[in-house]
């Protein structure tokens, strides 16, 4: 494949509800680096929330800004090989040109504390696909793997705008081993956006006693039970702490996933879980939350844990794509050009019509 021409189009951050597009000069390839064409870029709530100027990514009194403008957006996508620095096509499992990759939302250092103890997702001077500088995304036609890049081929066979869902997948399978589900438990999943969704399809592999999904849309709980949900379950519609107290013989549930990131279902969470249960935290919040601690130790001794990102799961996300594990043409609810980018923020952000949305760019 010849070396693209000069220049791209792209969309360029430069500001809450500020994106523009542009024609930008193409990436230029060093050794150890990747050129790949876009070949789907899915749009994360994430993106939708920078968009929209929340705080976590603008920075506030408390936090510095997280995202570095003008920069290229997009975290979630594949894309295809067109040229190979030198040494990267070894070093990245004999990788070729035309062959499809995806590369890890995170390129870490591989120096600091958290990267030589294993836990590369925190690395503290980390580069982040989409919001730094170093490591502009994929709402462009092309884009770069640096050289500290951790890339996964991916079979052909998978439509492009499946494998533009392996990012968030792999998301949800971290949050899931979080969990540590064993045969017996009862699991409930609360939040069936595109996270909670494929936190329901990977706790369907670890095979629990009983999977219970929570959504405020009826739609999407019936995705949930393609996903393999046992129960589903509208906290508009029923009181789900008393109804999982029903299921469990007044226990409550071993296993609560949090995926909504609205601070309600923190304490509802914390009321449904059983004593000795896992609570795992994995969403972005709009505003703060509070509960009674009490509950976490004195009351129920619970587990609490937090999620990041997707430290070494992306292989069994593109397994259980490849495996057709996921209702994809449900999840993938709209596919729209690059220059459809700001209908396809609305969309995000509104989230009462659309689940993923991905950019054929
Ligand atoms: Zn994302
Ligand atoms: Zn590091």
Redesign the pocket.
Known sequence: MARPAETMKSVVCYGPGDYRMEEIAVPHVEANEVLVKVLAV?I????AKCFAGAPHFWGDADRPAYVQPPITPG??FVGQVVQLGDGASEKYGGLQIGDHVISE?IVPCRACRFCLRGGYHMCVPHDIYGYHQKTPGAMATYMKYPANSINHKVPKEIPTWHAAFI??LS?SIHAVELANIQFKDVVVVAGCG??GLGMVAAAREKSPAKLIALDMFDWKLDIAKMCGADIVMNPSKCDVVSEIRKLTDNYGCDVYIEASGHPSAVVQGLHMIAKLGTFVEYSLFGKETTADWTIISDMKELTIRGGHLSPNCYPKAISMIANNKLPMEKIITHKLSLDDVHKGLELVNKSSESIKVVLLP
């Open positions: 899915g994360c709530a994430g993106d975290h979630e939302q990012e968030p998301c595109p996270l």
